[in-house]
């Protein structure tokens, strides 16, 4: 994300980062993820489906 981006890109972009790291995200999703929560459209039931398909992923490993 360019230095220009606004402030909820930004806290998105070191939201997810932080999520990645602990293993509730999966890493694959980044950019998608940070775009819905900037633009104010991830729900609860999305939430809940990314971390329980990166603990199905963790799983796999």
Not at 8 to 29: F, N
């Amino acid at each position: 994300m360019s230095d220009d981006a606004v402030p909820s890109a930004k806290l998105a972009e070191l939201t997810v980062d932080q999520l990645i790291q602990s293993g509730l995200i999966r890493a694959e999703k980044r950019d998608s993820v940070i775009a819905k929560i900037a633009a104010g459209q991830m729900k609860g039931e999305d939430w809940r489906l990314e971390i329980d398909l990166s603990a199905e992923k963790a799983g796999e490993a």
